[in-house]
């Protein structure tokens, strides 16, 4: 398909460093609304525990978010549920009270807006939880409910053992939603539409949209965009994008993707730096214009922590941050991971964020701050395209560009290379090397190096005279 034909993003977006927050674990910054039972913040969690994070939490670390450098926040499901995690709505109109209320939600997103920043909700459109009323009506009455249309039932009454009705993923408590009735459709626009209009909110992330079909998305997007054409909205997908981003449906999806390659690359092995280099170029291929609008990712709270991945490897997760931040798209930073929070998968990778800088890993912050920096003061990192400078073994090597701003991207994750030249088309001279400040110079249309350290990521910067 024609790149013309495909989905151009948001303004705003081509600028955003995402940071997502699981709010029941970021910060607990109204104990008044804790629920029954609490736990003590920084214990292990559960599936089933709580710990008080709430958006008064949020709104207290908007200084240390804006420090940190990052201009967009995801927030996990906020609105009424019954589990921690809130992928089970009970009222879709209604923030979760032990979160806070609409008036605070207002509140949060009216204080994001003032400092320049953007915020988007996850949208769980595809299910519902055994809490929501139409789902209690029909266990109640059976097919003799108004609502019974609402959702797939084999037969009734409505049993668990054996399941009688369709759910996401087997979950009891997730019935699905029939998205072939009308009044579910309208239902769901009407959320929808409701927080746009209500809270001002920036757009939406989609859960599992894949599981919806693609037409029901097609007026989504009309009626979000009727209400704020600025707004993004960004799809859960796993796997190809193709579909989901040709200008009729999302602004981007979960580049997942994207993730898996660079841990072929990072981690494994799997990928040297040729293979590396080709499957970047054909995935962005595949993305086209929607590449900008896609959600760069490490890790999220379906994920294994990404420090707990590399086993503990500061030096490869630098290399897979440094991709993260100079590649197209939006870099996405999972709560905690900028402090080195570990955790393996669900629930363990959704700890509570530690505010004690005592257990902090200082050094992955710093260099989180640092390239999320360097994206900000270089043009050529938010719009330009990845020019393939040179492959050798493990090593991988791209020039960003747009403009007079250039930036030199090299990655290697294996062994150290020495006594390498790089040839380059600038009209710089003179370079440094952004975190260790050393110079290089271009001489004959090329740069030589010493040595590219084992495990490293080096960034080029046109240094002025």
Known sequence: MNELDRVIPPDWVKDAIFYQIFPERFNNGDLANDPAGVCRWGDLPTRENFFGGDLQGVIDKLDYLQELGVNAIYLNPIFAARTNHRYDTSDYFMVDPILGDTDLLKELVRKVHQRGMHIILDGVFNHCGNGFVPFIDVVEKGNQSEFKDWFLARSYPLTTEPLNFLTCGGCTYLPKLNHAHRPVQEFILKVARYWLEAAEIDGWRLDVPFK???????????????????AYLVGEVWREADQWVRGDVFDGVT????RDILFDYVLTGVLDGEDFGYE???LQSAHGTATSGMLNLLDSHD????????KGDVDRLRIALTAQMTLPGIPTVYY???VG???ETDPDCRRCMPWDKKDWNL???????????????????????PQKIAAFNGMFSYLMKEGNDEVVVILNPREAIPDFSF????????????QTGKSFTLQSGEIHLETIPARSALVLLPENH
């Open 280 to 282: 970047l170029q054909t």
């Open 212 to 230: 919806i079909p693609l037409d029901f998305w097609r007026e989504f997007r009309q009626v979000v965009k009727q209400v704020n054409p600025q």
């Open 336 to 338: 905690g991971d900028e």
């Open 423 to 434: 040839k380059i088309q600038s009209v710089n001279q003179y370079w440094k090397e952004f």
């Open 363 to 385: 050094p992955v912050y710093q260099m989180t701050r640092d390239l999320i920096q360097l994206r900000h003061a270089h043009p050529a990192l938010r719009n330009g395209k």
């Open 255 to 258: 580049n997942y993707r994207l």
């Open 341 to 343: 929070l570990l955790g």
């Open 303 to 310: 994920t294994t922590r990404v420090l707990t991945t590399f």
